[in-house]
Every structure is written in C-alpha cells, then in structure tokens.
C-alpha cells in the first residue's frame, strides 16, 4: 500500500515536471538550460516508475490518471523535438536501427520460421501431386513454366516503369503483413505462410521443368534482400501482436502503443532495403547477366546485410528517428 509520507515526497517531482513542460509548451526547448533539459529527462523516467508503483496500489486510482497524463504530455513534448532531418534519418539507420532489430530478433525468426515450414510444404504438396501448382499458380503461369519461360521478360523493356512498381508492391506487402499484427497475429502468419507456400510451390514447379537455374538465377540478387525485409516485417507484425495478446502489467492500450512504436521502427528498416531490392529486380535479375555473377552479387548484398545488421558496432543513438 502507497504512504501518505511516500506520495508527499514525490508529489514535488511531479510538479516540478509540470512546470518544465509548461515552460517547455509556451517558450519551447531553447528555454530549458542544459542541466534542466537533463532534469527533464530524469524526472521522466523516475515518475513512470513512480506510475508502476501506484498501479500495483487500488486506493491510488486518482494519482495513477494524473501521472498517466502527465506521462501521455511528456512523452508528446520530448519526442515532438526529434525531427525527421536528412542528419537525424542517417543517424537512425547508421546507429539506433541495428540495435532495434536486434533487440527484435526473435520475433523476425519466427516470421522466418513460419516462412520457411509453409515453402517445405507448398514444395512437398507439389512434388508429390503436380497438379496442385495450377490451383496455386493458375494455369496460364504453370504453362508459362512447363513451356521454359520465364514469366519476367517483360520488365526488361520497361525497367523504370517496373522498378518503381516492384517498390510499391514489395512496400504494400511489408506494410500489409505489419498492419496485420493488429488482429493478433493471426494477419500476419497468414501473409508469411501464403508468401513461403508460394515460393515453395514456385520452386518446385520450376525444378521439375528443369528450370531451377533459370529461377534462382533470377530470385538471388534481389531476394537477399527482398526476402530478409519480409521476414522483418512479419517480426514487427508479431511484435505488435504481442502487445496486444500479451500485455502483462500494462493496461492493453498503453501495452499496444508501446509495442505498436517500437513495431514501426522495426518497419521502417525495410523500406531502403526494398528500394535497393526494386531496383536489382528491375535492372539487374532479369538480364542476360552471367548466372555467377548474380549469384556472386547476391552472396555479397547478404553478407553486407548482415554486417550491418549484425556486426556493424551499435554506438548509443542520441534520437531515434520515429514516425
């Protein structure tokens, strides 16, 4: 149970960041000092522990709103200060975005997983009944494939034109596949099984017209990072899932929000990676380039990949760039 002698030690702290956030709304950030934009900061992360605290007490309902409150306007004041400068998005992607989908990890393996368990099966399905890929694929692409064409020649001679196509379609899916987490996942497990089904079925048709080569060749250079953006996406889906499924001591809209913030940074991540892919897709997969060198050049856009993702050092970012 929460003291009298406890709430009247803490009350000054939270007056005193009121005042700043006043000063803060009418004036603006230049006039805070150095030490009191510190002591903002500060007060900020000792009062929403002051908030856990009164959650955990039933007879201090009344406080636990005023600090939600003044927590929702601080949160809003100090954040309101992070710009989307061209110097703030380098510094975001260069330093925060890595230790963000690190710190995510998990939640892009099992988007990974899912993926992969539905390719193995959209590939056994098809090998063991052929016909299966026409329910999938639709006849007039199956034929395509047992004809041995690609079904891709025809970006070649539009390539700015399919490049900026590629882009949205590919950003419409990663969105798409995030924005489904809100439906507790169930969206987004969908969006990746349909997605590895389909890989898997494509796969599979393409090798028993022996044009496995012909495919690969085509899919390597952009799917390294076509592929990883996706996977990342379906993480930032079933990040938000778990706020929403899963919010512990939290009241669930403010579990929801927090994940739903920390999912859209995971998200926007993906949206250089899908450029990139675009443009390779467009300009680079469907060419007559020699299959080693797409296969060299997609091996090295994954280890640089990965080495930003990975092992690039994370040094502390000072503002997260945020949507």
């Not at 890595?98 to 539905?118: D, K, V």
């Amino acid at each position: 149970m929460i003291s009298t002698r406890w709430l009247e030690k803490r009350k000054p702290h939270w007056s005193r960041l009121e005042e700043l956030l006043e000063r803060t709304t009418n004036k603006g950030f230049k006039s805070l000092s150095r030490f009191e934009l510190q002591e903002l900061s500060l007060l900020y992360r000792q009062i929403a522990a002051d908030l856990a605290a009164l959650r955990e007490d039933r007879g201090s309902v009344h406080f636990a709103r005023y600090l939600n409150q003044l927590l929702a306007r601080a949160h809003n004041t100090i954040y309101s200060a992070h710009r989307a400068s061209p110097a703030a998005m380098v510094e975001y992607f260069r330093h925060a975005y890595p230790r963000i989908f690190r710190q995510n990890l998990s939640y892009c393996l099992a988007a990974f997983f899912i993926f992969l368990g539905s390719a193995v099966v959209g590939a056994a399905l098809t090998y063991h009944d052929p016909d299966f890929k026409v329910k999938i694929l639709g006849p007039q692409m199956v034929e395509t494939i047992e004809r041995h064409q690609m079904w891709t020649h025809s970006i070649v001679g539009i390539k700015p034109v399919a490049s900026s196509a590629i882009m949205t379609n590919n950003m419409g899916v990663a969105f798409m596949t995030f924005a489904a987490g809100i439906t507790g996942g169930v969206g987004t497990i969908y969006m990746m099984i349909f997605n590895g089904l389909l890989i898997g079925v494509i796969g599979t048709a393409c090798r028993l017209s022996g044009m496995s080569l012909q495919l690969w060749s085509f899919v390597a250079p952009h799917g390294v990072l076509e592929l990883p953006a996706i996977f990342i996406a379906g993480g930032a889906g079933l990040r938000l899932a778990y706020g929403l499924l899963f919010p512990g001591f939290l009241p669930r809209g403010e579990s929801v929000a927090r994940a739903g913030t920390e999912a859209v940074k995971l998200l926007l991540g993906t949206i250089p990676i899908l450029i990139i892919a675009g443009v390779i897709e467009a300009f680079v997969s469907p060419t007559g380039l020699a299959v080693p060198l797409k296969f060299g050049m997609a091996a090295a856009l994954f280890a640089l990949l990965l080495a930003y993702l990975f092992w690039k050092p994370a040094a502390p970012a000072k503002a997260d760039f945020a949507a």
